[in-house]
Nanobody, 113 residues
Framework: QAQLVESGGGLVQPGGSLKLSCVASRINFSGFTMRWYRQAPGKQRERVAE???????TYAESVRGRFTITRDDIADALFLQMDNLTPEDTAVYYCHVFETEYWGQGTQVTVAS
């Protein structure tokens, strides 16, 4: 059974930065599109960013220009660099292997002063 483990979440002030990581075991990332999602309290889970096998990245309108998704297929790792964070970015962030049932357990990001 594949496992995804996120890390890097925490409490940050508005305007600050965090970098999330997602490391996989028992699955080879290199053949899959990878995604980051987030879910805020009382809201539906939303897709934040996606990166294809070829490295093409797309972003939700709300994070475009502030977040950067990258991948390291040698290490089976996925990253999300988040800059200029706002309170609206507060959520649990999840990584996902597209078109599979594999999700991470989530990492909490809280943006507050």
């Amino acid at each position: 059974q594949a496992q995804l483990v996120e890390s890097g979440g925490g409490l940050v002030q508005p305007g600050g930065s965090l970098k999330l990581s997602c490391v996989a075991s028992r699955i080879n990332f290199s053949g899959f599109t990878m995604r980051w999602y987030r879910q805020a309290p009382g809201k539906q889970r939303e897709r934040v960013a996606e990166i294809t096998v070829g490295g093409t990245a797309t972003y939700a309108e709300s994070v475009r220009g502030r977040f950067t998704i990258t991948r390291d297929d040698i290490a089976d790792a996925l990253f999300l660099q988040m800059d200029n964070l706002t309170p609206e970015d507060t959520a649990v962030y999840y990584c996902h292997v597209f078109e599979t049932e594999y999700w991470g357990q989530g990492t909490q990001v809280t943006v507050a002063s």
